[in-house]
C-alpha cells in the first residue's frame, strides 16, 4: 500500500487559504486519497476524497496532480475552528481499511 | 452519512479489570473498525468487525486481548480485556456506507487504566 508524506506542522492566517501538501510518490492507480481532520478530543471527521480527479465540496478543495504522486488539500478561507490535524490516507479500492499516517497539525491564527 | 453513537465517552478503570465499549450505527453496514489513539499519537486500527464472521485483526493486535463482537449490521462492541496503564488510550469505531463514502467515526471512549 503507498505510504504519505505530510509536512509535521504548518501555520495559516485567519481568512487565506491553507494549502496542505501531500506526497504518496508510490501509489498506484487503484488508490483513492482521503483527507480527514482531528479537532482536538474529537473523532476524525471526513473531509474529502477522489481517485484521479480533482474534487470540491463545501469544505475543501482536493488538488491531484496528473503523476498522481502528490495531492494538495485547500480550505480557502480558513478560520480559527479549521485548527485541527489533517491526515492524507491512500486506500486501495480493494480493501476497506483506513490507515492513518502521522498528519499535519494545522494552526490556524487571527 | 451514518450517525454512530459510542459507549461510554470515558472511563477510569482499575488495572487487571476489562472495559466493554459499543458502537451503535444508524444505518446497517457491512463493516466496522475500531480504532486505536495513543496519547499524543495517530490512529492505529486494532480490527475490522464483519457481521456473521470472526473479526480480522492487524499486527500487534490479538482476540484474547482485545475481543469483539458484532451480532448485527448495526452494532458492535470492543472489550479491552486485563487492563494495565499502557492500554490507557482513546478507542473509536468506524463506519464506510459505500465507495463514495467518507469513513464516518464516533466520537471515541477516553479510557485512563490506573
Known amino acids: 500500500d503507498a505510504k504519505t508524506t505530510q509536512p509535521p506542522s504548518m501555520d495559516c492566517a485567519e481568512g487565506r487559504a491553507a494549502n496542505l501538501p501531500c506526497n504518496h510518490s508510490t501509489i498506484s492507480g487503484n488508490e483513492y486519497v482521503y483527507w480527514y481532520r482531528q479537532i482536538h478530543s474529537q473523532g476524525p471527521q471526513y473531509i474529502i476524497h477522489g481517485l484521479k480527479n480533482n474534487e470540491t465540496n463545501e469544505m475543501a478543495s482536493l488538488i491531484i496532480t496528473e503523476d498522481r504522486k502528490s495531492s494538495t488539500l485547500i480550505l480557502p478561507h480558513a478560520t480559527l475552528r479549521d485548527t485541527a490535524v489533517y491526515y492524507c490516507?491512500?486506500?486501495?479500492?480493494?480493501?476497506?481499511?483506513?490507515?492513518f499516517g502521522t498528519g499535519t497539525r494545522l494552526q490556524v491564527f487571527p | 452519512s451514518a450517525v454512530i453513537s459510542q459507549k461510554p465517552s470515558r472511563d477510569i478503570c482499575q488495572r487487571g479489570t476489562s472495559l466493554t465499549i459499543q458502537c451503535q450505527v444508524d444505518s446497517q453496514v457491512t463493516m466496522m473498525f475500531w480504532y486505536r489513539q495513543q496519547p499524543g499519537q495517530s490512529l492505529t486500527l486494532i480490527a475490522t468487525?464483519?457481521?456473521?464472521?470472526?473479526?480480522?485483526?492487524e499486527s500487534g493486535f490479538v482476540i484474547d486481548k482485545f475481543p469483539i463482537s458484532r451480532p448485527n449490521l448495526t452494532f458492535s462492541t470492543l472489550t479491552v480485556s486485563n487492563m494495565s496503564p499502557e492500554d490507557s488510550s482513546i478507542y473509536l469505531c468506524?463506519?464506510?456506507?459505500?465507495?463514495?463514502?467518507?469513513?464516518?467515526f464516533g466520537s471515541g471512549t477516553r479510557l485512563t487504566v490506573v
Open positions: 468506524s463506519v464506510v456506507l459505500g465507495s463514495n463514502y467518507g469513513y464516518t
Open positions: 468487525a464483519n457481521q456473521g464472521s470472526e473479526a480480522t485483526y
Open positions: 490516507i491512500v486506500r486501495p479500492i480493494y480493501t476497506d481499511k483506513l490507515i
